[in-house]
């Protein structure tokens, strides 16, 4: 009985710890108090189970003579008094398997609560930019607007949707190329530009980087990164490097007050193409 009532006390010590865990992850985490009560839920169950298993496992090995069958009035008298202590024995088991079960339930509520630092799953949040719902200015980092004229030929500027400079997902590049440059636009977005105008995301295809270096007089963008190469003048096409799709492109438009706007989202996802994948 005195191992029973320790293990089940192992049991709810446990129990209690990972309750106490819980918590401590809802409240944010604390990554001493959780390391203090994972040890003691995990000590309290491992110690409630090897004193339950000593305590119902025989130590030694017992060899006794086979007798008649028949059993005496001493042994049916034994046995009467076995069954009737067996019954509080059954209620002790009860309140141990309780327990136990109690412990690894609360253990197992406590270790869902770490899928929650994983935050929300990302859906289509890596395939839609700021830039989605139409209509929205481009603007300088600073939020100002930017007029068509603010861009001298071979002039490249970096933009993000208004009220969204902090966008990860966002960074354009406004770019003019020179007018004797041939500019081949995609077919279907023959409409795309404004007065030369052309706007591609910043984002690397390959790794995400940064795509800043502008070289006006062949019209390529350069990858610091990995020195991937894009044809500005051909739908940001890669031409070297490790990229192997084109940076997608921004349809420009003019507000009723002169300011450049996107008229929808980027022609593709923008950033790596693993980014893109569902699976």
Not at 76 to 97: C, I, K, M, N, Q
Not at 175 to 191: H, L, V
Request: glycine share 10%.
């Amino acid at each position: 009985m005195n191992a029973e009532r320790t293990a089940s006390a192992c049991f709810l010590v446990a129990m209690l710890a990972a309750l106490v865990l819980a918590v401590v992850y809802w409240q944010g985490g604390n990554p001493q108090a959780e390391g203090v009560l994972l040890a003691v839920v995990t000590g309290g169950i491992g110690l409630g189970i090897v004193l339950w298993a000593k305590h119902y496992m025989p130590g030694a090995e017992v060899e006794e003579e086979r007798k008649p069958l028949a059993s005496s009035e001493a042994e049916v008298e034994a046995f009467r008094e076995d069954f009737e202590a067996g019954e509080t024995s059954l209620r002790s088991r009860r309140l141990l398997l309780a327990s136990a079960a109690g412990a690894l339930g609360a253990l197992g509520l406590a270790l869902l609560f770490p899928i929650r630092s994983l935050g929300p799953r990302p859906g289509r949040g890596l395939k839609r930019t700021a830039f989605a719902r139409g209509g929205v200015r481009v603007v300088q980092e600073d939020g100002s607007p930017v007029r068509p004229s603010d861009l001298s030929p071979d002039g490249v500027v970096t933009v993000w949707p208004e009220d969204h400079v902090d966008d990860a997902d966002a960074p354009t590049l406004l770019i003019r190329p020179r007018a004797s440059q041939d500019f081949r636009a995609r077919p279907g977005r023959e409409d795309w530009t404004v007065d030369g105008i052309v706007a591609y995301s910043k984002l690397c295809t390959h790794v995400g980087c940064p795509v800043g270096l502008y070289q006006a007089e062949s019209g390529l963008l350069l990858c610091p990164c990995h020195q991937s190469t894009f044809d500005v003048l051909d739908g940001a096409r890669p031409i070297f490097g490790p990229a192997a799709r084109s940076l997608p492109q921004l349809p420009l438009d003019v507000d009723d007050n002169g300011y450049l706007v996107a008229r929808g989202d980027f022609s593709d996802p923008v950033g790596p193409g693993f980014w893109d994948r569902d699976r």
